[in-house]
Nanobody
Framework: QVQLVESGGRLVQAGGSLRLSCAAS????????MGWFRQAPGKEREFVAS????????YYADSVKGRFTYSRDNAKSMVYLEMTSLKPDDTAVYYC???????????????????WGQGTQVTVSS
């Protein structure tokens, strides 16, 4: 079965950096759009970054542009999120998601994705 396992979340001070990883298994990785989403307490899950399986430049939420860098390694079935200049507002559980038929206009929609990881907690202290 499909498994997505996130790692790398921890407590970090504002201005610091973190690298999140997502290991995917049980799917033909290159066929899937892979996205990062996050959910803070009391808030809805929100889009962070994603690419389609066919490649192309990553799409980012405006709130993370210039600070976060998304990358994927199709040979290793891995997705990464390099986060810099972290702010307390970045505090959330970060989720990795996979979607097989995700068109570009739907990359930011959680409902477009078929599979989700359990999440990794990122806490940014002020």
């Amino acid at each position: 079965q499909v498994q997505l396992v996130e790692s790398g979340g921890r407590l970090v001070q504002a201005g610091g950096s973190l690298r999140l990883s997502c290991a995917a298994s049980g799917l033909t990785f290159r066929r899937y759009a892979m996205g990062w989403f996050r959910q803070a307490p009391g808030k809805e899950r929100e889009f962070v970054a994603s690419t389609r399986g066919s490649g192309g430049a990553p799409y980012y939420a405006d709130s993370v542009k210039g600070r976060f860098t998304y990358s994927r390694d199709n040979a290793k079935s891995m997705v990464y999120l390099e986060m810099t200049s972290l702010k307390p507002d970045d505090t959330a559980v970060y989720y990795c998601a996979a979607g097989e038929r995700v068109i570009v206009s739907s990359l930011s929609r959680p409902s477009a994705y078929d599979y989700w990881g359990q999440g990794t907690q990122v806490t940014v202290s002020s």
